[in-house]
């Protein structure tokens, strides 16, 4: 009775082979690997509007506006040189100014990438339930608005190396597509705590903690030669740790002799790309396999 009742008198088909015909499918499908990313490719310019929002949005309440931008990891500097430059004495580092601000600000990037992405999703549930659409738009554009919010820090960074006096060579060049492979991470690093965000309410309780270790960790606010003290093996997994690489990449790029780990510059390069690749293609299959799931629940 049952399997005659789900099958159409007039064609004999059943009501799967009727919406296989007709082209239905079931509401909130994950679509292929493929299909997805062209749909994605396609709200692009929603990505980049919704970006843009969010960050004229996060200034709007405040007097000096998106002054901020600059003001925020500035002021992040002059504390931490007045800890570990005046303090602490510091005095090893060449330029050791400008080597603060470089890594203050490459890791500010992230920082601040990930912290937006992880409410992402968690933090958009009307909009995710109200509209269809793929969701890892949302944190794609948490990625761009910091990756503008960094555009703005590099032309303060660059004053400050300049100031302090840094020349300026053709290795500047070399910037770029350092930040590009360290876009490409935080974005696949954004998808991968955007979906974790969407299931565990708590994380971005955890996170701050987090990334304040992994601050620690990456030769932010001290010379990287400290970590050649630690055990052989240490100082490997230090060697590979993507946010190091990518602030000794910015170092090597705009200062003159910033001090390097013992690996050579073709490594730094090797690893910086290796991390893009494999945090952006891992973290957006991780985020794809979970599409149907956002706003349910």
Do not use: C
């Not at 100014?97 to 890594?103: E, F, K, R």
């Not at 971005?204 to 270790?213: A, C, D, G, S």
């Not at 050579?264 to 149907?292: C, D, M």
């Amino acid at each position: 009775m049952a399997d005659t009742a789900l099958v159409d008198p007039e064609t004999g088909l059943t009501q799967a082979q009727l919406a296989a015909r007709h082209g239905l499918r079931v509401a909130g499908e994950r679509p292929t690997l493929a299909e997805y990313s062209r749909r994605l490719l396609s709200y692009r310019h929603f990505i980049a509007a919704y970006a843009n929002a969010k960050l004229v949005a996060s200034y709007s309440n405040a007097k000096l506006g998106q002054i901020w931008q600059v003001l925020t990891p500035l002021t992040n500097a002059a504390v931490y040189y007045l800890i570990f430059g005046v303090v602490l004495a510091q005095n090893s580092i060449p330029n050791f100014i400008a080597y603060l601000t470089t890594g203050l600000f490459i890791f500010n990037f992230t920082q601040s990438a990930v912290l937006a992405g992880t409410q992402s999703i968690s933090g958009n549930l009307g909009l995710i339930r109200a509209l269809h659409f793929p969701r890892a738009s949302l944190p794609l554009a948490a990625t761009l608005t910091q990756f503008q919010q960094l555009l703005a820090s590099m032309i303060v960074l660059v004053g400050i190396v300049l100031v302090t006096g840094e020349p300026i060579t053709l290795k500047w060049l070399m910037v770029v597509p350092a930040l590009l492979f360290q876009a490409v991470f935080n974005a696949g690093i954004v998808l991968l705590v955007a979906r974790m965000g969407a299931k565990a309410s708590d994380l971005k309780q955890v996170m701050p903690f987090i990334l304040r270790t992994w601050m620690y960790g990456s030769g932010v606010l001290y010379s990287v030669s400290l970590f050649e003290r630690l055990p052989g093996w240490a100082t490997t997994v230090v060697q590979f740790n993507p946010m190091l690489v990518y602030i000794e990449l910015a170092r090597y790029s705009l200062l003159e002799q910033p001090p390097l780990l013992n690996e050579s510059l073709a490594q730094l390069w090797l690893v910086g790309a290796a991390w893009a690749v494999l945090a952006g293609v891992g973290g957006f299959i991780y985020f794809w396999r979970g599409e149907q799931e956002y706003g349910r629940g």
